[in-house]
């Protein structure tokens, strides 16, 4: 038949060679070695302004207990506050766009907490609930909540027009076309939702700790603590901690996503 | 759940039962200030296992048409009925396939599933008709091969091809294609208006088909309606008196030549008169 299925992802021997390694690896690990050289040279020359390397490296194997303790409180604060925010985004998505109503109803308040600084509700939250995890969580859920309503509603509202009509001349209910069409097909949009959510996430969930630092755990605190203390290596080890955490989930995400998009990526499934 | 019959043989057309009875139709867009009437007093039937061509200058309502009679739209005058009844009771019986512009195949399901969606939605309707096997309507489209294979995988014609699969599967009673092809090259298209002239032919159905190729229209049609733009309005009808079944040879024969003349020029008429 003359047209015959397209290319499928060429797979050729040389994807796995040396050369290719170090072609994909190289000059990103070049830009890392050139940072952490003129980090060094500034550390060593100014231990007022900047920790070196290994100081930090010392200070996280010296007391890794600490470390991992707070590490797993911020991500108790993360995945719980993030995953509540994620989930009331993307349902306040579905309700809106199956009932203009809701949209009308509620979008100006959206507009208006959107438009507050997400730092000056902190304090005033912990005021109201304490020193304990809620307000915390209810800042993490926050900060990403908006991008994921925001992406969630516009993915419901990007239908194939064409397959909606097929949809309709076959009489499906909105649960159908909701089910079999709005949903999967929003899907690409929630992934960006997410891709912008997850580091808001841990910045939600660091700002939150400032604000009640001492009480509860959490890097976030440590930092406080640490930088009133003019404590450097423990400052940017805490530092760099939260900076794996916002990698780890931006990784895990994009694991996700090439396991339930891998159809919305041309270059995945070769056109 | 009723049985999944194997593809058959359809009996020939129903000579004079109707199928779709377009009366009257009137349709404008726009506000009240700057109101365009896009279809005026349009009537027209389909007679059951009839294949009707719709072909006109661009523009001139021949979608809007289409979606009237899909369901998608409501007309602002006259009605529309499809075997007696309101477009809207047979979408309830599943009574309509559609084959969109594009092929609109959901690039998350194989081929398979996809062709297979149109028997689970609104299951309701499914009962006392004769579903196809989606296996069997694919292999007779020739996409036998690529059952599992995603839509992304396939050529613009094979999309197509699972599109008007998708369209046959659940044995809807009328087609409304729009150009179904013209997102095809001319190579592709050919191929793919034989392959839909036989299985129409094996199966027929009424359908609505519209189009912008001439010689299009004739190979596949029972009849041409014309349509004149501002407003959209039909023309004229033109049966086209060639034997069935047919195939390629057609082409080549003098009464297709003449009758292709013959459309030619009537289009040619219906655009200048547009241009004054
Ligand atoms: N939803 C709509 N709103 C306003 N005008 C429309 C709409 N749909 C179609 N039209 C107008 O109606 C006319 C006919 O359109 P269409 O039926 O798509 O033409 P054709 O399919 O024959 O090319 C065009 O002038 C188009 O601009
Ligand atoms: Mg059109």
Not at chain 1, 107 to 119: A, H
Not at chain 1, 194 to 209: D, F, K, N, S, W
Not at chain 2, 163 to 176: G, H, K, Q, T, Y
Not at chain 2, 246 to 269: I, P, T, W
Request: glycine share 8%.
């Amino acid at each position: 038949m003359s047209d015959t299925v397209a290319t499928a992802p060429r797979r050729n021997a040389s994807g796995f060679t040396m050369a290719r390694i170090v072609f994909d690896w190289g000059p990103p690990a070049l830009t890392f070695v050139i940072v952490a050289v003129l980090w060094q040279l500034v550390a060593i020359n100014n231990p007022y302004v900047l920790p070196t390397l290994d100081a930090i490296g010392n200070s996280l194997a010296s007391d890794p207990g600490m470390y991992w303790a707070n590490l797993l409180v911020t991500c108790q604060e993360v995945v719980i506050g993030a995953g509540a925010g994620i989930i009331c985004g993307f349902l306040l998505a579905v309700a809106m766009s199956e009932l203009p109503i809701v949209e009308k109803a509620v979008m100006p308040l959206i507009v208006v907490i959107m438009v507050t600084p997400v730092v000056a509700i902190a304090p005033a939250l912990v005021v109201a609930f304490g020193f304990g995890m809620l307000p915390k969580y209810i800042v993490t859920g926050l900060v990403v909540f908006f991008p994921m309503l925001v992406n969630s509603l516009a993915g419901l509202r990007d239908v194939d027009q064409k397959a909606l009509d097929v949809f309709k001349t076959l009489h499906a209910s909105r649960w159908e076309i909701f089910r079999d069409l709005r949903l999967p097909g929003c899907m690409p949009f929630v992934f960006a939702g997410l891709r912008i959510a997850m580091p808001l996430a841990v910045v939600g969930a660091a700002v939150a700790e400032f604000v009640a630092a001492g009480q509860q755990a959490g890097l976030g605190s440590l930092v406080t603590i640490a930088a009133a203390q003019a404590n450097l290596p423990v400052t940017w080890a805490s530092i760099a901690l939260l900076c794996l955490l916002g990698v780890l989930l931006v990784s895990l995400l994009a694991l996700l996503r090439k396991r339930i998009l891998w159809w919305s990526d041309e270059d995945v499934i070769g056109r | 759940m009723p049985a999944v019959s194997h593809l058959q043989s359809a009996p020939a057309a129903y000579p004079d039962e109707i199928g779709v009875e377009v009366s009257n139709v009137t349709k404008s867009f726009g506000g009240d200030t700057s109101r365009v009437t896009v279809l005026n007093g349009v009537s027209l039937t389909i007679k059951k296992g009839e294949f009707v061509s719709l072909i006109g200058p661009s523009g001139c309502g021949k979608s809007t048409l289409l979606k009237l009679v899909a369901g998608l739209s409501e007309a602002n005058g006259g009605s529309v009925s499809i075997n007696g009844k309101s477009v809207r009771e047979a979408a309830k019986d599943k009574a309509i396939g559609l084959v969109p512009q594009s092929p609109a195949l959901l690039p998350w399901r194989t081929i398979l599933d996809n062709v297979s969606l149109p028997i689970s939605i609104n299951p309701g309707a499914n009962a006392g008709r004769k579903l196809r096997d989606p296996k069997e309507i694919l292999q007779s489209f020739g996409l036998g091969h690529a059952l599992d294979r995603y839509p992304a995988q396939l050529s613009g014609g094979m999309q197509q091809r699972a599109a008007i699969a998708r369209a046959f599967v659940f044995d809807p009673e009328i087609l409304l294609m729009d150009e179904p092809f013209s997102a095809l090259d001319e190579m592709n298209r050919d191929q793919q208006r034989m392959g839909l002239l036989d299985f129409w032919q094996s199966n027929r159905k009424s359908v609505l088909f519209v189009t912008h190729s001439v010689p299009e229209a004739i190979i596949l049609s029972d009849r041409i309606v014309l349509m004149a733009s501002h407003p959209g309005r039909i023309a004229e009808i033109i049966d086209v008196d060639l034997p069935r079944p047919r195939n390629e040879a057609l082409y080549a024969s003098d009464a297709f030549r003449d009758l292709e003349g013959y459309v030619r020029s009537a289009l040619r008429k219906v655009m200048e008169a547009a241009r004054v």
